[in-house]
């Protein structure tokens, strides 16, 4: 893309080689036209590495990422988990998430965050946040359990191990994994 001063100055050339066949407006015009699709962002969706997210207010779907009535397809409510699969910037350049179903979401972080911690903390301490409490597993894909934790108790984690999927989970240091999920611990 060319920026606006290039873009004036190359109509300029061309108004100069072309013998004067547009007129100064006309060649400025021209620039400031061009510019403009330029800088209008379009409908190119980066594709991203799927990662799910959890809305923490209230959040629109709509159809583009340009966030219009006409273009409302539905309401996400708090803690629904979402799987983002693509980026987009709307026509004012906000980013937008593209969802699993084709839909856009807001990704302004005061509305929605990612369902996982994607690293250790620097204390290597996790606290169990969901009131029923969590298990450990002998898997890092979570199967075959081996203890319950309950909740607000504190756990010591060694290793992160993330997966095409998504989801994340942690190595305790005693042995076993627990999910990375924000929904049910909190890094320390």
Same mark, same amino acid.
């Given at each position: 893309m060319l920026s606006i001063k290039r873009q004036t100055i190359m109509a300029a050339v061309l108004f100069v080689i072309g013998g004067g066949l547009l007129s100064q407006t006309q060649a400025v015009n021209a620039a400031s036209n061009h510019s403009s699709e330029n800088t209008t962002y379009g409908s190119t969706t980066t594709k991203v590495s799927p990662f799910k997210i959890v809305v923490k207010k209230e959040v629109h779907s709509f159809k583009t990422a340009d966030f219009t009535k006409s273009n409302l397809t539905g309401i996400n409510h708090p803690s629904k988990q979402l799987v983002v699969t693509g980026t987009q910037k709307s026509s004012t350049g906000a980013l937008q998430y593209q969802l699993d179903d084709g839909t856009f979401i807001t990704s302004d972080p005061d509305y929605?965050?990612? *369902? !996982?911690?994607? +690293? /250790?903390?620097? %204390? &290597?301490?996790?606290?169990?946040?969901?009131?029923?409490?969590?298990?450990?597993?002998?898997?890092?894909?979570?199967?075959?359990?081996?203890?319950?934790? *309950? !909740?607000?108790? +504190? /756990?010591?984690? %060694? &290793?992160?191990?993330?997966?095409?999927?998504?989801?994340?989970?942690?190595?305790?240091?005693?042995?076993?994994?627990?999910?990375?999920?924000?929904?049910?611990?909190?890094?320390?």
């Open positions: 929605v965050t990612r *369902q !996982f911690y994607a +690293s /250790l903390p620097k %204390s &290597k301490r996790i606290i169990v946040t969901d009131t029923i409490g969590i298990n450990s597993y002998q898997s890092p894909t979570l199967k075959n359990k081996m203890k319950h934790f *309950q !909740f607000h108790q +504190s /756990l010591k984690v %060694s &290793k992160i191990k993330k997966f095409n999927n998504g989801n994340i989970t942690y190595r305790l240091a005693s042995g076993g994994y627990v999910t990375a999920s924000k929904l049910f611990v909190k890094a320390m």
